[in-house]
Structures are given as structure tokens and as C-alpha cells.
């Protein structure tokens, strides 16, 4: 009896479970928020299992619109903010012109030079003072050559000082006339008379240029020259009466008297003179002494 009421509670539970239906569809999986480039889930599947809608009802979807990036503008260098109409003869100050060009640039046309001009009574007492001293010489006619090139109350100089002449004769200003004088008085005869007596006393001063309208060492360009101003002269030898010239050249290393006497008015020229050269400056200035009168401020001195 207890086996068949067994057997019969096993068979009705197979007719229930028979019976029984499962769902269609099982639950899906959600996607994850946090994952990008996932697709959204499909409209043929839900959470809650029902079947997709017929094809016929599904919305078709409408085309995106195409959607295009704005394009970047082009732009364009800043141009220049533009002002009123300059002047004539103003129309551009930031052009390169003759006077921005620094002056070791410049040409002697492109400095627009002057000549300096002299007073009366100044060349009045210069020439009193190269009288005093016998120095041969005479007035002669203002220079003007342009472009800044001239002398307002130029001198020629024959002898300087009395019995030693100058040749050729030298056109020059009256104070530099002067600065050669006294140089000649007080340092050059007695430094010859020191040094070289056995060739008696200089007869003769040759010197190379004095007056000439030109650049500093005859450049094309840069500063004008002190020869073209008249407030230079050039020595190149000096003529004794017996014996031979003393050319100018370089005695650095000269261990004879001649050397001597040659160092000695040359570092002497510095007492008269504002700007001496000698062969030891530098190859232009190998043959001759450069002597000028250039007026520097505080009253500096360049003696090489």
C-alpha cells in the first residue's frame, strides 16, 4: 500500500511539471555605462521578455543629417596699423637713408660737412705768434672744395722755423703751423744737435701732404681726414747738412743714435700736437709721422 501511495504522488508531480512552461526569452544582460563604443541593446530583445513588435509598426529611423565640422578661418598677418598721411618729404622715417648709415659707413658727400669757421682775432694772434717765431709763411684765399673740405683762413708755411725750410711749401691753418713751429724749436733741432752733431743742423723738414680734401687714409668711406680741415701735416724725412736724410720709418728696435733721435721727436710731437702717428701705429703710417690739431673733449690726446 505504501509503495503504490508513493508511486502515485511521483506521477502527479511529472503531469504538473509537464504542464508547466518556461518563458520565451530568459532576462539579457544590461549593458555597462562605463564602457564606450558598446551598442544600445536591440529592439528585438527587452528586460521583460516579450516578443519584438512586428516589422511593420517598428519606427523606421530617420537619417542623421550629415554633419560637417566647421572649417578653421584663415588668418592672416597682422598688418601694420596705418596713421595719418606723413608730410612731403616724410614719408617714411624708418627707410634706410644716407643719414641713418653709421658714419664708418657713410661717404664723404653723404656727411654734409662744413667748414669750420675761424675768427679774425684768433687767426690775428696765431700769426703774431708764428711771426714771433720766424716762421716764414703767407695768407692766402679761403678753401672751400666742398662737402666739408677747406680751410676759412688758410696759411702757406715755406720755412718753419727761420733757415729750415719745408718743401714742398704747406698749406695749412695757422694752428697747425703753430704746433709744428714749436715742436720744431724746442724739440726737434735739439734733439739733432743731441744725437747726430757730425751732421750739422737740419737744413730741410720734407713732408708728405698737408692740405687734401679726403677721407681718413683715403678711405671711400668713414670720417673725413684732418688734411682735408687744414689741421694736419705728414712728416716724412728731415735733410741734414752733411750726411744723409733721416727718413721716417720704423726704429723700434733702431739701437743707433739715429733711432734715438727719431723716438725722441716723435714722443716728443705729443707736447704740440693732438694726434701723433708714427710707423709704429700701423701700416699706413709707416713711411711718415702724422701730426693734427683736432680739438677732443677734456682735452684728450690719441700719441701712438
Not at 634706410?96 to 684768433?122: F, G, Y
Not at 694772434?125 to 708764428?130: P, R
Not at 730741410?204 to 684732418?226: D, F, H, P, W
Request: hydrophobic share 35%; charged share 25%; aromatic share 4%.
Amino acid at each position: 500500500m505504501r509503495k503504490l501511495a508513493i508511486l502515485a504522488i511521483l506521477l502527479a508531480a511529472t503531469a504538473v511539471l509537464a504542464g508547466a512552461r518556461l518563458p520565451v526569452h530568459g532576462p539579457l544582460p544590461q549593458q555597462r555605462p562605463d564602457i564606450e563604443g558598446t551598442s544600445a541593446p536591440t529592439p528585438d530583445s527587452n528586460a521583460e521578455g516579450t516578443q519584438p513588435p512586428p516589422a511593420a509598426e517598428m519606427p523606421t529611423p530617420e537619417p542623421k543629417p550629415d554633419i560637417q565640422k566647421p572649417e578653421t578661418p584663415k588668418t592672416e598677418p597682422a598688418k601694420p596699423m596705418q596713421g595719418p598721411p606723413l608730410p612731403p618729404g616724410k614719408e617714411n622715417p624708418q627707410a634706410p637713408t644716407e643719414e641713418n648709415k653709421p658714419p664708418a659707413a657713410q661717404t664723404l658727400e653723404e656727411q654734409h660737412l662744413t667748414i669750420e669757421p675761424e675768427s679774425d682775432a684768433e687767426h690775428t694772434e696765431c700769426t703774431a705768434a708764428l711771426q714771433a717765431l720766424g716762421v716764414v709763411f703767407k695768407d692766402a684765399p679761403r678753401i672751400d672744395d666742398g662737402n666739408g673740405c677747406g680751410i676759412d683762413r688758410p696759411i702757406i708755411v715755406s720755412e718753419v722755423p727761420p733757415g729750415i725750410k719745408l718743401k714742398p711749401e704747406a698749406t695749412i691753418r695757422c694752428p697747425a703751423a703753430l704746433a709744428l713751429a714749436r715742436w720744431m724749436k724746442d724739440s726737434v733741432i735739439p734733439a739733432a744737435s743731441a744725437a747726430l752733431p757730425e751732421q750739422g743742423r737740419i737744413t730741410t723738414v720734407n713732408q708728405a701732404t698737408s692740405y687734401m680734401c679726403r677721407l681718413r687714409n683715403g678711405a671711400g668711406t668713414g670720417k673725413i681726414s684732418e688734411h682735408a680741415r687744414g689741421n694736419a701735416i705728414d712728416i716724412a724725412s728731415f735733410h741734414f747738412e752733411k750726411g744723409e736724410d733721416v727718413a721716417v720709418r720704423s726704429r723700434r728696435e733702431d739701437p743707433t743714435l739715429t733711432g734715438a733721435f727719431q723716438r725722441t721727436v716723435s714722443a716728443a710731437a705729443c707736447l704740440y700736437f693732438t694726434t701723433v702717428l708714427d710707423p709704429e701705429s700701423d701700416v699706413a703710417h709707416e713711411t711718415h709721422f702724422h701730426l693734427d690739431v683736432i680739438e677732443r673733449k677734456g682735452g684728450y690726446r690719441y700719441c701712438h
